[in-house]
């Protein structure tokens, strides 16, 4: 009977322990259509709209906007290929622009925001930036 006992309480603790270590992946279904906000360490409200493949970014101070094509490749990521609009100023910086992908990993859903990590793959480099892009404008 003893023996039952810990075997049992053993599968307990395992159970409780393996359980605290798993993260359940959040449900992005809703972020693949819609509204939602970014802002720059500048202060400029990026306007995010995401509809069937394809998002617009609209900096809302200076108008200037942007076109992605979007990929979901799974539950919470997606890349990110620009089409067009504000950013390259030459032809070497269009050229750029359209041989860098941009993916983003959803981390995090919350009531007014989520969290994510956006990876930038160049051909001048790499690089990997953490970021929030609020459900929300934020009030001034």
Same mark, same amino acid.
């Given at each position: 009977?003893?023996?039952?006992?810990?075997?049992?309480?053993?599968?307990?603790?395992?159970? !409780?322990? +393996?359980?605290?270590?798993?993260?359940?992946?959040?449900?992005? $279904?809703?972020?693949?259509? %819609?509204?939602?906000?970014?802002?720059?360490?500048? %202060?400029?409200?990026?306007?995010? &709209?995401?509809?069937?493949?394809?998002?617009?970014?609209? $900096?809302?101070? *200076? #108008?200037? +906007? &942007? =076109? !992605?094509?979007?990929?979901? @490749?799974?539950?919470?990521?997606? /890349? /990110?290929? =620009?089409?067009?609009?504000?950013?390259?100023? *030459?032809?070497?910086? #269009?050229?750029?622009?359209?041989? &860098?992908? @941009? =993916?983003?990993?959803?981390?995090?859903? /919350?009531?007014?925001?989520?969290? %994510?990590?956006? &990876?930038?793959?160049?051909?001048? %480099?790499?690089?990997?930036?953490?970021? +929030? *892009? !609020?459900?929300?404008?934020? #009030?001034?």
């Amino acid at each position: 009977m003893q023996r039952k006992a810990f075997i049992f309480s053993s599968l307990i603790v395992i159970l !409780w322990m +393996t359980s605290s270590f798993y993260v359940a992946s959040p449900d992005c $279904n809703t972020l693949r259509v %819609g509204q939602f906000h970014s802002y720059t360490k500048k %202060g400029d409200h990026i306007q995010i &709209t995401r509809i069937d493949g394809i998002q617009q970014d609209v $900096n809302m101070s *200076t #108008k200037d +906007t &942007t =076109y !992605w094509k979007i990929d979901w @490749l799974g539950n919470c990521r997606f /890349a /990110a290929a =620009y089409l067009s609009g504000a950013g390259p100023k *030459t032809e070497t910086e #269009k050229r750029l622009y359209e041989n &860098t992908i @941009l =993916y983003f990993d959803i981390k995090e859903i /919350a009531d007014d925001y989520y969290v %994510g990590t956006t &990876t930038v793959k160049a051909p001048n %480099g790499n690089s990997v930036f953490t970021d +929030t *892009t !609020w459900l929300i404008q934020k #009030k001034n």
